[in-house]
């Protein structure tokens, strides 16, 4: 699977917007874009994916550039609930049913 | 709908000791994917069960073994227990296997203590 980069942190302040980048350069034809946080004490879950596409759901939104080696989730009003960390992932459109993880990106959101 | 369900949730074990770890996945799910979580490491594969056959394994050694039941449910063993093996086990299940769209739904987890 191809790998991602993430910041290691960022900060936000509450009910403003968010960017969190991922840079995926070696991205293949067949690699989906995945997003899933961390919250503290809890399993990770599942955020938003795509594959060439903007998405949107009502977590967030996730824009692609058009060459596919960059993704940025927006988070439109960040809360204090969204202090997460945020793993970009790319999902190779196979046989393999894992998740890699890197390290992500932990968000800190500022009353 | 209720979530994916571990147990136990703590668990401190001792050096050499064996266990085993359980997880329920969502109604109607058939794929259990295992996880290890560590400060270090961060979150590592393990490997994944669908429909009671293992179909993807992460490079861990072969101390760590699992297995799917007829209705999903799934089990993971460590066997010999080292300090290193102290994390956070998760277990995540999903509708199917190998789909690259395939969102996977994740536990608490059960926090392994090796003394």
């Known amino acids: 699977d191809a790998k991602t980069t993430q910041p290691n942190s960022m900060e936000s302040n509450e009910e403003e917007p968010v960017h969190l980048p991922c840079n995926h350069s070696t991205i293949s034809g067949t690699d989906y874009i995945h997003w899933y946080r961390q919250l503290p004490s809890q399993g990770p879950e599942y955020v938003i994916h795509?594959?060439?596409s903007n998405v949107n759901n009502r977590m967030a939104s996730l824009a692609i550039a058009e060459d596919r080696k960059s993704s940025t989730l927006i988070l439109h009003r960040a809360t204090l609930r969204d202090a997460a960390v945020y793993y970009c992932i790319l999902k190779y459109g196979g046989s393999q049913g894992n998740l890699i993880f890197g390290k992500g990106t932990k968000l800190s959101v500022k009353p | 709908k209720a979530g994916v369900t571990q147990t136990p949730r703590y668990l401190i074990k001792t050096r050499g000791q064996q266990v085993t770890l359980s997880c329920s996945p969502i109604s109607g799910h058939r794929s259990v994917s295992w996880y290890q979580q560590t400060p270090g490491q961060g979150l590592q594969f393990l490997f994944e069960y669908f429909s009671e056959t293992q179909r993807n394994k992460g490079n861990f050694p072969g101390r760590f073994s699992g297995r799917q039941f007829s209705n999903s449910r799934s089990e993971m063993n460590v066997s010999t227990l080292e300090l290193g093996d102290s994390a956070l086990y998760l277990c995540a299940s999903s509708r199917f296997s190998g789909s690259s769209y395939n969102e996977q739904f994740f536990g608490p987890g059960t926090r392994l203590t090796v003394l």
């Open positions: 795509g594959l060439t």
